[in-house]
């Protein structure tokens, strides 16, 4: 069975930093965009950042640009580190794979997708 894990999401005063882990289980992610979206309350999904198969091409929101950064272990673990976080950053972040991706805010492109994880910034 194919499963991407969230973790290290919490509650974090505004201005402080939090680093996000999705680990691949079943199978190896190494071919694979992998990216991270997010979701508030009453919000849809929407795209924060992804990263190419070889970790050599990354790409953000603009809401999240010069803040977040996200990298792979090529492994199976793939990080969004965050720093500077706003409570408007409140969400809950989910991790995704892609075999092949053409439109990186499409959901639809996505193969995989993890349950998630809550991250809170307080103000």
């Known amino acids: 069975q194919v499963q991407l894990i969230e973790s290290g999401g919490g509650l974090v005063q505004a201005g402080g930093s939090l680093r996000l882990s999705c680990a691949a289980s079943?199978?190896?992610?190494?071919?694979?965009?992998m990216a991270w979206f997010r979701q508030a309350a009453g919000k849809e999904r929407e795209f924060v950042a992804v990263?190419?198969?070889?970790?050599?091409?990354t790409s953000y929101a603009d809401s999240v640009k010069g803040r977040f950064t996200i990298s792979r272990d090529n492994a199976k673990t793939v990080y969004l580190q965050m720093n500077s976080l706003k409570p408007e950053d409140t969400a809950v972040y989910y991790c995704?794979?892609?075999?092949?991706?053409?439109?990186?805010?499409?959901?639809?492109?996505?193969?995989?997708w993890g349950q998630g994880t809550q991250v809170t910034v307080s103000s």
């Open positions: 995704a794979a892609a075999r092949r991706l053409f439109n990186k805010s499409r959901l639809g492109e996505y193969d995989y």
């Open positions: 079943g199978r190896t992610f190494s071919s694979f965009a």
């Open positions: 990263i190419n198969s070889n970790g050599g091409s």
